[in-house]
């Protein structure tokens, strides 16, 4: 194109084709000075009424602002401009040209998006481009038609995305393709991973486009890879690889594009985050919206604004959060992208519900909710500890979506937090349950071990529950199981045991040796027992803070869970182990202390019917207790079922002498005479 140069300033006034090739020829090098030059190219095309040199400068213009990295504000007149000259010559003049233009077009809106339309006809538009990917006989343009696609839906349809990331693997598979639209389409594949909560996929195709670029040469592409293995990592737990891959990218951030530093600070900022740091996080935050409003682009706009409102909500402040929230939503509205409605909704309730406001909170959660599975979501674009712990505990305890919120948990691999330990909704690894009945279950079936081999590593794991679960020394297991053995053996006994414990479960996790104690973690195995005790635990602090004899809605919720949760005696099965015996009894206790305190609230509430189940389920357990029987006799009478009254004294005096040889207290035999009286039967 240099040869070009070399012509007359007036040749190149008076013939724009000149001036369009300089344009083209510079673009790879300097697309700033290309496009004044497509700039004056297309003036003169228009002035002449040249229609292909029209649509072509058109095009270049687009193709330098964007390639420039220029403020994409700059794309907004040339939008207009395209409307107004289509108006004017109604059809192409080449399908080439089409084509060319429709990739242009697209790109255009893609990256002029500032959460209002481009153009009137976006849909047209995406339409036409899907057009040219299916159909079109340039394997170049196709590919520039779905990379175009790609950044448009980006954020906005998810399903369609996968359509594009499709199509693009097809087209990289053609052979002449060059490297770079591998590497493109694995720079796409990554976040759409992401999004979708495929996070395998993503660290896949991170690893995958690096070795192409280390075998090819092509190292375009890497900053984007390392930025997105980054996050990727960071939402995966492996903060020490993000970590690496953050060094990494501070190697090169001197030389990064503005939206490749921005992703950077973007990432940096979680990570300040996730260590605490506010500070250092809202520099780099700062750093990433500034970067972000520059080019313009959709998506990072709104990454960077929803970024910012967490920022402020954990720096409490609220009103700036809800203020870089609203921008977030303008950016990205409801309606017009899935990622963008699913993620603000869920962040909307996250701040109401860490604001003790549970009511208000499930609003957005449902709408979250439904967005996410009627598109496919299955992930978020960001990383910050204990938001999508909270969220889906409550969309399972509140019955919202549980068949998918459970996906979601299993897809983002997360561990409920201390509040939801006792959640049994909770898609749980492993789930044990050993009052009334002893059973394991795993991946949501119950595991059959007939086995005789399996006898042993069970009774381990009945050791280790009823020795508390944590911290549990080896020797105490040992002493239990293996009384007759000593030093290695016991040992041997022990490890061979384990393992096949841990083989039985299905979750390496669940099983954790630390120095000689073993523990059954609470955050991979829901425990029946465990939650049985923190239930009633958490039911008595509550009742103790109120200061009142019921402690309110709370308390009571509290008390159903647990009367529910007590199923029978813990290993009813093993009643010839005697280190089953403390906590039987001490379950049992809590039990009958608790069903006497929901039988008082239903009472005090005067509801009867309810207060006689909570008398009944008493009796299953302690079929001794007087109070009970007295409790059912009140009942009885208050609901005017005199005949039951009297059923249930003689059931007390019968058990009473039958199994201790003693008649009831004169306690209960007054209340029995009263009831008689008051309803006028004889005693």
């Known amino acids: 194109g240099e040869w070009i140069r070399f ?3 007036s040749m190149l006034e008076e013939v724009p084709w000149l001036r369009y090739w300089m344009a083209v020829s510079g673009m790879p090098f300097h697309p700033g000075e290309s496009r004044a030059q497509f700039e004056q190219a297309f003036r003169k095309f228009r002035e002449q009424g040249d229609v292909p040199g029209v649509f072509l400068s058109w095009s270049g213009a687009i193709d330098s602002i964007i390639y420039g990295q220029e403020n994409r504000r700059k794309l907004v007149p040339w939008i207009a401009a395209l409307n ?10 080449s399908k080439e040209i089409e084509e060319r233009v429709t990739c242009s077009m697209m790109k255009a809106i893609s990256f002029s998006y500032m959460g209002e339309p481009a153009c009137t006809d976006e849909d047209l538009w995406v339409e036409r481009t899907f057009s040219v990917a299916r159909t079109g006989t340039d394997n170049s343009l196709r590919a520039e038609a779905l990379n175009s696609l790609f950044s448009y839906l980006l954020g906005k349809d998810f399903r369609k995305t996968e359509m594009v990331i499709d199509m693009l693997r097809g087209l990289t598979r053609q052979p002449g393709v060059p490297p770079l ?7 796409f594949e990554a976040p759409h991973a992401i999004s979708g909560g495929a996070y395998d996929c993503c660290m896949n195709a991170v690893t995958d486009g690096l070795e192409l670029s280390a075998t090819t040469g092509v190292h375009i592409i890497d900053f984007i890879l390392i930025g997105q293995g980054a996050l990727c990592a960071m939402i995966t737990g492996d903060i020490s690889t993000a970590k690496k891959f953050l060094r990494k990218m ?17 990432i940096a900022a979680w990570d300040a985050m996730g260590d605490g740091d506010l500070a250092t996080a809202h520099l780099r935050s700062n750093q990433c919206l ?6 313009g682009f959709s998506w990072n706009l709104y990454l960077a604004h929803f970024q910012k409102a967490f920022l402020f909500f954990a720096s409490d402040s609220d009103e700036k959060a809800v203020a870089h929230m609203d921008i977030a939503r303008k950016v990205s509205p409801p309606g017009k992208s899935d990622y963008g409605e699913f993620s603000c909704s869920l962040a909307e309730a996250y701040f109401l519900l860490c604001k003790g406001k549970e009511e208000a909170a499930l609003t957005p959660l449902r709408a979250g909710l439904k967005v996410g599975r009627e598109t496919g979501l299955g992930g978020l674009f960001m990383w910050y500890p204990g938001f999508l712990e909270l969220v889906t505990a409550k969309a399972l305890e509140a019955g919202i979506e549980p068949e998918y919120v459970r996906e979601l948990i299993r897809k983002n691999r997360l561990l409920p937090g201390d509040a939801h330990l006792d959640l049994e909704q909770w898609p749980w690894p492993v789930r044990i349950f ?8 795993t991946a949501g079936k119950p595991v059959r071990f007939p086995r005789k081999a ?4 069970v009774l381990l794991l009945k050791a280790l529950i009823a020795l508390g679960g944590k911290d549990v020394a080896e020797g105490q297991i040992t002493d239990l199981l293996w009384p007759e053995s000593e030093g290695d053996m016991a040992h041997q006994s022990f490890a061979t045991n384990l393992r096949r414990l841990r083989q039985l479960l299905g979750e390496e996790r669940a099983l954790v040796l630390r120095e000689g104690r073993l523990t059954l973690s609470d955050r991979h195995c829901w425990v029946d027992v465990w939650a049985l005790e923190r239930r009633i635990g958490l039911a008595e602090r509550v009742g103790k803070e109120r200061g009142r004899g019921d402690g309110g809605a709370d308390h009571v919720r509290l008390l159903e869970q647990a009367v529910d949760l007590y199923r029978g005696a813990f290993l009813a099965d093993e009643t010839k182990l005697p280190w089953t015996l403390s906590l039987r009894e001490r379950l049992r206790s809590k039990f009958l202390r608790a069903v006497v305190a929901l039988g008082r609230h239903r009472e005090s509430a005067g509801e009867w019917e309810k207060a006689v189940d909570c008398c009944l389920r ?4 302690d079929n001794l207790a007087e109070e009970f029987y007295r409790r059912l006799m009140i009942c009885y009478g208050k609901l005017g079922r005199d005949a039951e009254a009297h059923a249930a004294y003689r059931r007390c005096k019968g058990v009473l002498f039958d199994l201790m040889g003693v008649p009831p207290s004169p306690e209960t035999e007054t209340l029995f005479r009263s009831l008689m009286t008051a309803s006028g039967q004889p005693k």
């Open 7 to 9: 012509f007359p300033q």
């Open 84 to 93: 107004d000259f289509m108006g004017e010559y109604k059809e192409f003049p």
């Open 181 to 187: 639209a591998r590497l493109v389409t694995l720079s």
């Open 250 to 266: 501070e190697t090169f951030l001197g030389m990064a594009k503005p939206f490749e530093a921005g992703l950077y600070y973007y």
């Open 290 to 295: 500034i970067l972000s409003e520059e080019p």
């Open 434 to 441: 050993t009052l009334g009945r002893f059973e394991i279950v």
């Open 454 to 457: 399996q006898q042993k590593p």
């Open 618 to 621: 008493g009796l299953e357990v």
